[in-house]
Nanobody
C-alpha cells in the first residue's frame, strides 16, 4: 500500500520560489509514474508536472514550463516540485499522485491511483 505526504506549501509574494516535497512510503522498490496536480475551489484538478521515477521523461503543463521543475530522489523516496517565479495564478492546493507500472507520464487525473492530502500554495501580487 502506497502513502503520499506533501509538504512545503506557504504564502509567498509573486516572483518568489517554493519547493514542494512528497514523501512516498510503502513499496518503494517499485517504479512509479508520479505527478503534481493542483486544484482551486470550483475548478477541476489539473496536472502540473509528472515524471517516471528513476527515469525522468517529465511532462509540464504549458503555463509552468520553464518555471517549475519536477524531480524524484530514490535516496529518500521523495518527489519534488521546484517552483520559481511564482504568479498569483499558481495559487492552489497542490497534491501529489502515484501510479505503479504499467503507467504513463500524463497529466490525466484518472491515471493515478494513489493521492496525498495536499499542501496549500498562496501567491500574492
Amino acid at each position: 500500500h502506497v502513502q503520499l505526504v506533501e509538504s512545503g506549501g506557504e504564502s509567498v509574494q509573486a516572483g518568489g520560489s517554493l519547493r514542494l516535497s512528497c514523501v512516498l512510503s510503502g513499496d518503494t522498490s517499485k517504479t512509479y509514474c508520479m505527478g503534481w496536480f493542483r486544484q482551486t475551489p470550483g475548478k477541476e484538478r489539473e496536472g502540473v508536472a509528472s515524471i517516471l521515477t528513476g527515469y525522468g521523461g517529465p511532462y509540464y503543463r504549458d503555463s509552468v514550463e520553464g518555471r517549475f521543475t519536477i524531480s524524484y530522489s530514490k535516496i529518500n523516496n521523495t518527489l519534488y516540485l521546484q517552483m520559481n517565479n511564482l504568479k498569483p495564478e499558481d495559487t492552489a492546493m497542490y497534491l501529489c499522485a502515484a501510479q505503479s507500472l504499467p503507467c504513463a507520464v500524463t497529466p490525466s487525473v484518472r491515471e493515478y491511483q494513489y493521492w496525498g492530502q495536499g499542501t496549500q500554495v498562496s501567491v500574492s501580487s
